[in-house]
Every structure is written in structure tokens, then in C-alpha cells.
T-cell receptor
Framework: NAGVTQTPKFQVLKTGQSMTLQCAQDMNHEYMSWYRQDPGMGLRLIHYSVGAGITDQGEVPNGYNVSRSTTEDFPLRLLSAAPSQTSVYFC?????????????FGQGTRLTVV | GNSVTQMEGPVTLSEEAFLTINCTYTATGYPSLFWYVQYPGEGLQLLLKATKADDKGSNKGFEATYRKETTSFHLEKGSVQVSDSAVYFCALSDPNNAGNMLTFGGGTRLMVKP
């Protein structure tokens, strides 16, 4: 029962470096999303996808790119890391039924940009 | 737009005390409401949910009732345990929003002392 798997768990980047946060789910969920968690601000939506080949921006998309080539994978790319992107990142997936479908979260990636 | 407001923490209680964490929301449609819990070092897990007005969600001794007239979804537990120490997030999903993504409150840290 893997659920949602995120890698890496921890990462330190230098300002200006790029990297990709990986997210994979094995529940055949159509909906996937990326959130960042900052103290006192809860989770804010970065990007989301409602199916393979379809992505859209959330509340805080600047500095991040996503793609969804398969149902299972939804990587998040940081193009040129900035200290303001220091955060904990969570990937989530949920089924297609609208409304009350439970969202499943990965264990998170703690990113520090120095 | 949609928003969720919950009481700021930390909330510190003694074991067996009564817990209330307030949550109010603003939404354009008829959202579903959720409480998620995050234990240290882990991702978020669904604690309970409610899909329509006057529904009561319950799990592990926690309860919350969907109050449309006061736009609230307060979390309660009659007798907390040390193992309940965690961060609690109130969230909503609005079927009018593309992708039906979750909107989170800022989180409330609960600390239970023996």
C-alpha cells in the first residue's frame, strides 16, 4: 500500500539552482496537486492536475512548473530556486468523485534554499 | 474566493481536558468540509468530513458538525490524550472550483500534557 510517494524527503539548494520534486501515486486517482506549507499559513495550492495532460495554476504558482504525462506521476520543478521557496512541499491525490473524496498526502519534502 | 479561518495556536491542554478548535469558512457554493491531522514529521491524514448542512463527522472521539447558518465546522473532543498532540487543519472543497481542490486554514497546533 504505497499510496502517495514523494522524493526526496530533504533537500538543500543554492539560490539559482533547479530541481525536480517527484510525486507518484498508485491509486489511479485523476486529481493530483502540489501544496507548500509555511508556518501560520496552512497549505497553499501551487499547481494541480485533473488528469494526464491537464494542469492548471493554483494560488502560488510563480517559480514552479508541473507536467502530467501519466496518471501516476506529477513532478514539480523549481526553475531557479530562491530563499522564498524554502518550505515543506506536499503532493496529494484524490479520486474523481466530486465533493467529499478523501485526499491522500505524501510525507512531504523539506526544502531549504540558501 | 473561498477561505478558511481557524483559531491560532498553540493550544495547550492537560490530558482528559475538553478540546474545541474553531473553524469558520467562506465559500461561494455548497462546500464539503474536512478536518485533517498532521503528526510530527508526517503528511496530512483525513480525520473526519461532512458533505452537507447539519452533517456530523466523527472519528477517534473527535466530532465536528457542519453549521451552514454560522458557516462553521468546529472540532471537538471530550477527553484528549497525549497521543492527540498534532497540528489540525480545517479545509473545504468547493464543487464550483475547477479540480475541486482543497482550501486550508492556517492550522492549529495542539499540545497535550500528561
Amino acid at each position: 500500500n504505497a499510496g502517495v510517494t514523494q522524493t526526496p524527503k530533504f533537500q538543500v539548494l543554492k539560490t539559482g539552482q533547479s530541481m525536480t520534486l517527484q510525486c507518484a501515486q498508485d491509486m489511479n486517482h485523476e486529481y493530483m496537486s502540489w501544496y507548500r506549507q509555511d508556518p501560520g499559513m496552512g497549505l497553499r495550492l501551487i499547481h494541480y492536475s485533473v488528469g494526464a495532460g491537464i494542469t492548471d495554476q493554483g494560488e502560488v504558482p510563480n517559480g514552479y512548473n508541473v507536467s502530467r504525462s501519466t496518471t501516476e506521476d506529477f513532478p514539480l520543478r523549481l526553475l531557479s530556486a530562491a530563499p522564498s521557496q524554502t518550505s515543506v512541499y506536499f503532493c496529494a491525490s484524490r479520486g474523481q468523485e466530486k465533493g467529499a473524496t478523501e485526499a491522500f498526502f505524501g510525507q512531504g519534502t523539506r526544502l531549504t534554499v540558501v | 474566493g473561498n477561505s478558511v479561518t481557524q483559531m491560532e495556536g498553540p493550544v495547550t491542554l492537560s490530558e482528559e481536558a475538553f478540546l474545541t478548535i474553531n473553524c469558520t469558512y467562506t465559500a461561494t457554493g455548497y462546500p464539503s468540509l474536512f478536518w485533517y491531522v498532521q503528526y510530527p514529521g508526517e503528511g496530512l491524514q483525513l480525520l473526519l468530513k461532512a458533505t452537507k448542512a447539519d452533517d456530523k463527522g466523527s472519528n477517534k472521539g473527535f466530532e465536528a458538525t457542519y453549521r451552514k447558518e454560522t458557516t462553521s465546522f468546529h472540532l471537538e473532543k471530550g477527553s484528549v490524550q497525549v497521543s492527540d498532540s498534532a497540528v489540525y487543519f480545517c479545509a473545504l472543497s468547493d464543487p464550483n472550483n475547477a479540480g475541486n481542490m482543497l482550501t486550508f486554514g492556517g492550522g492549529t497546533r495542539l499540545m497535550v500534557k500528561p
